[in-house]
């Protein structure tokens, strides 16, 4: 099967901007969100981002609107979900949310359309199990900022039906993505626990006393070549979302060393979210939170 239509659930950061994605790739995209106001707020902010591709000569005036011309920004999710292929979900990490939603998703999309998630702390298995399609229930995770990242984990599992990882991992192709293709599920899946073991080191020698948090960070700028450090990217990530995440693997793994950090509970407990909320780790003016 080749993909050509796509719903999109979640219009945030991760959300609209893998719209987008489909909709360069040629695309036909509904993208649709639950909250009033965040579809005209991502309209915009793709609008202001793939803009500036325009400016920069990397995409010419029309491949934008015809881009935009393919997406459709919908508040009515049958609309979007009544003759899709593929929907991805991008929506908030929680299970609960989630589970509903794709129960809802399967009762209103085409038997043979393969839902996504792009969650890497829930498994395809769990949320496929709410629906009648356990075999086309998948997990494709995007990284943020997904426009800039290549990387997109396509995780198989053993009920997967045969066609729906191919399908997933040409789409992604077609997104101008190089997809990974994983044969098992783990919550967390590769990168979100490789980073995690980062940040809980990285959060041991800052409790220790070993260093700073700007120390950590440049060290691992400067001498791992990594283009951000463990805390700066936790603050453009949300601590919230890498709180919620670690809470989703740890309830699924039970294994002491998938327990959130300390300091990320601590500080979500202060209210301080990251760039988004002017504070996490570091603190941050309008001018440098995006
Ligand atoms: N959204 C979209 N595009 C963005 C962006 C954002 N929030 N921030 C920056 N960009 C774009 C810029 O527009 C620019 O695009 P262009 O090359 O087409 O002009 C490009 O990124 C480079 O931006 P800048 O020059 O302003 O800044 P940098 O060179 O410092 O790059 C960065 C910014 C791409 C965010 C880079 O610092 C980076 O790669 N950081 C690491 C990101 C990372 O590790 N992501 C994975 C996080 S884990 C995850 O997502 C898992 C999930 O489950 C939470």
Redesign the pocket.
Known sequence: MKVERVLVVGAG??GS?IAMLAALGGMRVHVHDAYPGALAAAEQ?LRG?VG??VE?G?LSQSEMDDAFARLTFTPDLATGAADAQLIIEAIK?DLDAKSALFAELDALAPAEAILAT????ITASLLGARTRRPGRVVNA?????????D?VEVVAHERLDPDVAPAVLDVCRRMGKAPVALPREVPG?V??RI?SAIVREAAALTDGGFATVEAVDEICRNALG???GPF??LD???LD??LQ?QQLIFEQTGVDQDRPIPAVVDLVGHGRLGRKSGGGFYDYDEETS?
């Open positions: 950061a991760m901007q902010a981002r500036r591709r920069k990397q990490e792009n969650s890497s702390s995770h995007f990284f943020n900022p997904p426009l800039v990242m990387c899946i990168a979100n980073l990594h283009p951000m700066e990217l453009m990530a949300g979302v890498n995440m995006r």
